[in-house]
């Protein structure tokens, strides 16, 4: 008996066959718990049971929050440890300068312990030791020693090369209340050596050391050293509170 020949059936279905073969199948990826860093989503019951102290620290503020939206908070503060208490006072900053001294320094700001620049006179000539120093009554020549020896470092410098007589008066008074008000003691006047002047006299040399004796804010003054800049200049001992 003669074998059945195939028909259009088998054909289809033998074709259907092999596509099914032929298709590509999905693949599933598998993550373990350590790469993904947690474990598979636990139930409600099962995430409450696995929170820590931590976690109980936070357990207000999943009020509002779906179940859903609660399992994945607990899940993310699970590892977080709460701050201890390490029972110490949270202080404000302590000022650098107590209230008294802050209204002394006013005071000097505004010109209440020395008389302004206005009213000094341009041509007093006070007594004054050799070496164009000068120094305050009331305090000895050691002082003057100290000073050209560097015992106060310069902290501030101010240049009045150029400024006519108005000019630096201005200058000079600011320069000096503002130190003052900032507690420095120690500070450095450049006023030339009068070469640039029309006589070729030192007027601004000659007129701002005469200004610096008068002040009771200023308790010496020197010639600085030439590297500091000479007879062009001299370094000032300020009295401060």
């Known amino acids: 008996m003669a074998a059945n020949k195939p028909g259009l059936a088998d054909l289809k279905a033998l074709r259907r066959q092999q596509a099914e073969a032929d298709a590509p ?3 599933t990826r598998k993550v373990s718990p350590k790469k993904r860093g947690t474990q598979p989503g636990p139930s409600e019951p099962a995430a409450v049971a696995a929170t820590s102290g931590a976690v109980q620290h936070f357990a207000q503020a999943d ?3 779906s ?3 609660r399992t994945l908070f607990r899940r993310a503060v ?3 440890q709460p701050i201890k208490d390490a029972k110490r006072a949270s202080l404000p900053p302590v000022p650098r300068a107590t209230a008294d001294l802050l209204r002394q320094r006013r005071e000097v700001a505004m010109g209440k312990d ?3 620049l206005s009213a000094i006179s341009d041509h007093y000539a006070p007594a004054k030791l050799d070496d164009g120093s000068f120094i305050q009554a009331g305090h000895g020549p050691d002082l003057i020693k100290d000073l050209k020896r ?3 470092p310069i902290e501030a410098s101010l240049d009045l090369h150029g400024s006519t007589l108005d000019e630096a008066r201005e200058r000079l008074e600011q320069f000096l209340q503002s130190c003052l008000a900032h507690g420095i003691k120690c500070v450095r006047i450049v006023h030339g050596k009068g070469y640039g002047s029309k006589d070729g006299a030192p007027v601004l040399k000659e007129t701002v050391r005469r200004w610096l004796s008068q002040m ?3 308790k010496a003054y020197t010639e600085c050293a030439e590297h500091d800049g000479g007879s062009g200049a ?3 001992l300020l009295r401060l509170k």
Do not use: F, I, N, Y
Request: no cysteine; glycine share 8%; proline share 8%.
């Open 25 to 27: 199948k999905p693949r």
């Open 114 to 116: 020395s008389p302004a």
């Open 216 to 218: 009771q804010a200023v």
């Open 63 to 65: 009020v509002g929050l």
């Open 150 to 152: 560097g015992k106060w």
């Open 78 to 80: 699970k590892m977080v």
């Open 234 to 236: 001299v370094q000032a």
């Open 67 to 69: 179940t859903e939206d």
